[in-house]
């Protein structure tokens, strides 16, 4: 059955197999688990599927300036769908890391919601138990579609019509075979994805989940929301909804605590706290499939995480100080470097062969992005002195022996350590460069080079050294990662090129 998600041949009854084993693999569980949606408990095992399973870092990684050439003598591996993402080339195929995968995903996480609602609304409409779940299954379908149409479509830009094609927004179940879908406009998805948001959240109040970091609670719609208004240029929601993350405002113990728990770790131990769902920064986690952080994946690749990014986190920040980090060289191989941010878990399909899938639990919302996204409104909204304290605050956990005389964010700070004289100008420079620090090889970056238009700059060293350089400019079509070929079959343009 071919489907808007390439039809990744998921059927109605195999989202509910994926389900009903909840955070578990649906292989190590009987076929009699296969059932329909009659009960509400059914339902709400349903939800687990409602968020995509692929990783979006490696395409948006390594699309961004977080990466580099790092030279063919010095790499060890020219794979794709790296080369291909770091020339801004159309990436075709579904595999891993690659942006049709996580196109795949997406939808499919989206039809788990759609069938959700419909069981919803068809049996449990008088259920007060069901409004939670009823919350969930709307802002989860409000993200997919939001990430979606940030990957694949032109960039929101504020007080513009944003009349450029969107991405198909699926509010139904499929019962065709191949149905035809419109991509709609950029900015008719962002009206449908704050309808769902804001019908959604208010239901998540009371809502009980067994692990609640693997679903949209209360809290994790707020965060979802403050990147969302923070897109559309809503600066007074932005505050209002990341402030909420953290109702007590104590985000200072609620962030990763680079300087406090996690800094006599080792490596390993790192990689596993950074992402555990008792920590207090995680807001969001789901279980993605991926190889990111494999040397044989992104870290030996040719184009990734290398010297210059290496010099980024190393240097004096515009606070006077470094942010601690905790990045490692792979297999004692410069400039091939990780910073150890996700544990790979590998599930073994077959353990006589040595076969199976690799995993890693992914962040998608913390307390450390709400809290600079609090402090982006702030500046837009010129209450820089409030911006300021939230750079403070997460200043505080990334540098080690931190002390307030000594690195308190001040205007005149950023402006000399910038060169720049305009107050707003220079700590934005100061919160932006934070962002990219505090996140690398996490995705986030990209977000913010679409929403300030950042040109990218990527280098290029050829055989007898000599360095060149390309540009991706605001405007470039290949800021859009393509669709997959296979969505023109339900009547889907592709991006042009």
Not at 58 to 65: G, I
Not at 75 to 80: A, K, M, Q, V, Y
Not at 322 to 328: L, M
């Given at each position: 059955?071919?489907?808007i998600?390439?039809?990744l041949?998921?059927?109605y009854?195999?989202?509910i197999v994926?389900?009903l084993?909840s955070?578990e693999?649906?292989l190590e569980?009987?076929?009699d688990?296969?059932?329909?949606?009659s009960s509400l408990?059914n339902?709400?095992?349903?939800?687990v599927?409602?968020?995509?399973?692929?990783e979006?870092v490696?395409?948006?990684?390594?699309?961004?300036?977080n990466v580099e050439d790092?030279?063919a003598a010095l790499?060890?591996?020219?794979?794709?769908p790296?080369n291909?993402?770091y020339?801004?080339?159309?990436?075709q195929?579904?595999s891993n890391g690659?942006p049709g995968?996580?196109?795949?995903a997406?939808y499919?996480?989206i039809a788990a919601a759609n069938h959700?609602l419909e069981?919803?609304?068809?049996?449990y409409y008088?259920?007060?138990?069901a409004?939670?779940y009823k919350?969930?299954a709307?802002?989860?379908?409000?993200?997919a579609?939001?990430?979606?149409?940030t990957?694949?479509s032109?960039?929101?830009?504020?007080?513009?019509?944003?009349?450029?094609?969107?991405?198909?927004?699926?509010?139904e179940?499929e019962?065709?075979?191949?149905?035809?879908?419109s991509?709609g406009?950029?900015?008719?998805?962002?009206?449908q994805?704050?309808?769902?948001?804001?019908?959604g959240l208010?239901l998540?109040s009371?809502?009980?989940?067994?692990?609640p970091?693997y679903?949209?609670?209360?809290?994790?719609a707020?965060?979802?929301?403050?990147r969302?208004y923070?897109?559309?240029?809503d600066w007074?929601?932005v505050?209002e909804h990341?402030?909420?993350?953290?109702?007590s405002n104590?985000?200072?113990?609620n962030l990763r605590?680079y300087n406090?728990s996690?800094?006599n770790?080792?490596y390993?131990?790192h990689?596993?706290?950074?992402?555990k769902a008792d920590k207090?920064w995680?807001v969001?986690?789901?279980?993605?499939?991926?190889?990111?952080?494999?040397?044989?994946?992104?870290g030996?690749n040719?184009?990734s995480?290398?010297?210059?990014n290496k010099i980024l986190l190393?240097?004096s920040t515009v606070f006077?100080a470094?942010?601690?980090?905790?990045?490692?060289i792979y297999?004692s191989s410069?400039?091939?470097y990780?910073?150890n941010?996700?544990?790979e878990?590998?599930?073994y399909?077959n353990?006589?062969?040595?076969?199976g899938l690799p995993?890693i639990?992914?962040?998608?919302f913390?307390t450390?992005e709400t809290?600079?996204?609090?402090?982006?409104?702030?500046i837009?909204?010129?209450m820089?002195?409030?911006?300021?304290?939230?750079?403070?605050?997460?200043?505080?956990t990334r540098i080690?022996n931190?002390?307030?005389s000594t690195?308190m964010?001040?205007i005149?700070k950023a402006?000399a350590?910038?060169?720049l004289?305009?107050d707003?100008?220079?700590i934005?420079?100061?919160l932006?460069e934070t962002?990219r620090?505090?996140?690398?090889?996490?995705?986030?970056?990209w977000?913010?080079?679409?929403?300030?238009?950042?040109?990218?700059?990527h280098?290029?060293?050829a055989?007898?050294?000599?360095e060149?350089?390309?540009?991706l400019?605001?405007?470039?079509?290949?800021?859009?990662?393509?669709?997959?070929?296979?969505?023109s079959i339900?009547?889907?343009e592709?991006?042009p090129r």
């Open positions: 059955m071919k489907r998600y390439n039809i041949k998921i059927s009854m195999t989202l994926l389900a084993v955070c693999k649906f569980h009987d076929p688990m296969r059932t329909d949606l408990d339902v709400a095992k349903l939800l599927s409602a968020y995509p399973a692929q979006y490696t395409f948006a990684e390594a699309a961004s300036d790092k030279s790499s060890r591996n020219n794979d794709e790296y291909d993402l020339f801004w080339r159309a990436v195929g579904t690659m995968r996580y196109w795949n997406a499919a996480a959700a069981a919803l609304e068809n049996n008088d259920d007060p138990k409004k939670a919350g969930e709307l802002v989860a379908r409000a993200y579609h939001f990430m979606l149409v990957f694949f032109k960039a929101y830009e504020i007080d513009k019509p944003n009349d450029a094609p969107g991405i198909p927004y699926v509010t179940p019962t065709e075979a191949i149905k035809q879908y991509r406009t950029v900015q008719s998805v962002y009206e994805i704050e309808k769902d948001l804001t019908d208010p998540l009371g809502g009980q989940w067994v692990v970091k679903h949209f609670t209360l809290q994790a707020h965060a979802f929301a403050a969302f923070l897109f559309k240029g007074d929601k505050i990341a402030s909420a993350v953290v109702p104590n985000f200072k113990d605590q406090g996690l800094y770790l080792t390993n131990e990689r596993i706290e950074y992402t207090p995680n969001l986690l789901v279980n993605a499939y991926s190889v990111f952080q494999r040397s044989s994946g992104f030996f040719r184009y995480f290398g010297e210059k190393s240097k006077g470094t942010f601690r980090n905790r990045y490692g297999s410069p400039p091939n990780t910073l941010k996700f544990e878990y590998f599930y399909t353990v006589a062969a040595g076969t995993y639990m992914l962040p998608l913390t450390d809290l600079l996204n609090r402090a982006e409104a702030y837009h909204n010129d820089l002195q409030l911006a300021i304290t939230d750079l403070n605050t997460f200043a505080s080690v931190y002390n307030s690195h964010l001040t005149d402006k350590y910038y060169n004289s305009d707003k100008e220079a934005m420079a100061s932006l962002k620090i505090a996140f690398m090889q996490e995705g986030i970056r977000f913010d080079i679409l929403r300030h238009r950042i040109t990218v700059e280098n290029h060293i055989s007898d050294g000599t060149t350089f390309s540009y400019h605001p405007d470039d079509n290949r800021r859009m990662f393509q669709l997959p070929e296979d969505a339900s009547g889907i592709l991006n």
